[in-house]
């Protein structure tokens, strides 16, 4: 679990720079994750990740739209993004 996390966090910061908020959603969701799993007995890496890797697309897809996108491949997909370095957004 910890190496999901650490993955995702590395992801997170320092590839598509997600904002946040959407950091803490997903954190919030993979605790409830894995407490569901932990409840029902069934705490596998397999059905970690098939609940969780959904969540994580989910998430980096919606902030690779904001206006302020700034992580890979943002000087494709964020045509804002020069007023958004610049502080205008």
């Known amino acids: 679990m910890l190496l999901i996390a650490a993955g ?5 910061c320092n590839v598509f720079r997600i904002i946040r908020r ?4 997903w954190a919030g969701l993979f605790i409830l994750n894995i407490g569901l799993w ?5 705490l596998t890496w397999l059905r970690i990740l098939a609940c969780q890797l959904p ?3 989910v998430l980096i897809f919606a902030d690779m739209r904001a206006p302020g996108y700034h992580g ?3 000087n494709r997909l ?9 502080g205008r957004i």
């Open 55 to 57: 969540v994580t697309a």
């Open 38 to 42: 932990l409840w029902f007995g069934e």
């Open 8 to 12: 995702h966090f590395f992801l997170f």
């Open 22 to 25: 959407r950091e803490f959603i």
């Open 72 to 74: 890979i491949f943002a």
């Open 78 to 86: 964020n045509p804002k993004l020069n007023d958004y370095l610049e």
